[in-house]
């Protein structure tokens, strides 16, 4: 191989180092960019897997949903007072004691009623509810006390994950 | 000149071949930029729309809310919806419009909703009666038919109901 031979291998040599790490990069680049795409793309907005979850608070008798003791029908959106305990949310929402803190975690007011019938504490909290809130969702409900049906707000405080 | 110099510079050095890899990384830059700018805004649509679906769904839970809302008759305590067939068959719109207009104005919120007979809405004919606290809504609209079997003119009322976010 002659002079100018050398000279061409050692030209192309070099610019095919620089020009392997740009597409490299541009490769990785593509592929990072196509990753967070089909991340956001399979991600739930917080805000509806929280109304999926808080669903139960309102809907399902296992919770707080008034149930007529005769007939046996469930009144979606009535909140009977007496369940509306913390050990009643305790059986209805859970999340793991050790991990549970990454789940989602609630916490559950009346307006203008307290948790219990003697009014001891004022929200009731799911198992890892640290008062670290992200978002806070509104639900207009009726309270069924005794006989009586009020209109009042379930106010939920949402801790997505800490 | 050196043969260091002569392998960046010289006419068949690095240099001309490095103008056109400079060219190709910009090109590539924007390319990427490009990509990642309209997969972002897709994304972003769809979430909006997902959240926008969640409104509807609201929306109705609102209306279902309104329809079996409290109010008083004098000493009687009926729901809404009982209100509206009341109303209705005794051609009392200002009660409608009255006991609407203090549900929004103690809910603190805007909306709208009409009342019409089940056969002319579906012809697309005026409404009964109509409340509205709103000059331009904008918000979801939900309707439900409610059987009317106290009257015979009108056997089934529809109901449309908007609320502002």
């Known amino acids: 191989m002659n002079k100018q031979g050398i000279f061409d291998v050692v030209t192309k040599s070099i610019f095919w180092m620089i020009a392997g790490i740009v597409i490299t990069v541009a490769i990785l680049a593509f592929a990072l960019i196509m990753s967070s795409y089909q991340n956001k793309l399979l991600e739930i907005p917080p805000e509806l897997k929280a109304e999926l979850l808080t669903l139960r608070f309102l809907n399902t008798p296992e919770c707080f949903t008034y149930q007529d003791p005769v007939t046996g029908r469930v009144f979606p959106g009535t909140i009977d007072l007496n369940k509306f305990t913390q050990e009643r949310l305790d059986g209805c929402y859970r999340t793991e004691t050790e991990q549970g803190y990454k789940d989602y975690n609630f916490g559950i007011e009346l307006e203008g009623y307290g948790p219990t019938k003697e009014g001891a504490g004022k929200i009731l909290m799911t198992n890892n509810f640290f008062n670290k809130v992200d978002f806070t969702l509104y639900k207009e409900i009726f309270i069924r006390s005794g006989g009586e049906v009020m209109p009042t707000r379930m106010i939920i405080y949402v801790q997505t994950k800490i | ?165």
Not at chain 2, 72 to 89: C, Q, W
Not at chain 2, 126 to 134: C, D, M
């Open chain 2, 1 to 165: 000149m050196g043969i260091g110099l002569k392998l960046i510079t010289g006419k068949k050095g690095i240099m001309p071949d490095f103008f056109d890899l400079i060219f190709m990384v910009l090109i590539l830059f924007f390319a990427l930029f490009f990509i990642q700018l309209v997969l972002n805004s897709e994304v972003e649509a769809k979430t909006e729309i997902s959240l926008e679906n969640l409104d509807q769904f609201n929306s109705e839970q609102q209306f279902l809310y309104y329809l079996n809302y409290p109010v008083l008759i004098g000493e009687r305590e009926i729901k809404m919806k009982d209100l509206i067939l009341l109303a209705v068959n005794t051609n009392q719109e200002e009660l409608f419009e009255e006991k609407t207009e203090a549900y929004f104005r103690e809910k603190k919120a805007e909306g709208s909703v009409a009342v019409y007979n089940t056969e002319e809405f579906r012809q697309e004919k005026a409404s009964l009666f109509s409340f509205s606290n709103v000059v331009f809504g904008s918000g979801k609209k939900s309707s439900l038919e409610l059987p009317n079997l106290e009257n015979k003119q009108i056997p089934s009322l529809t109901v449309v109901f908007s609320r502002e976010k």
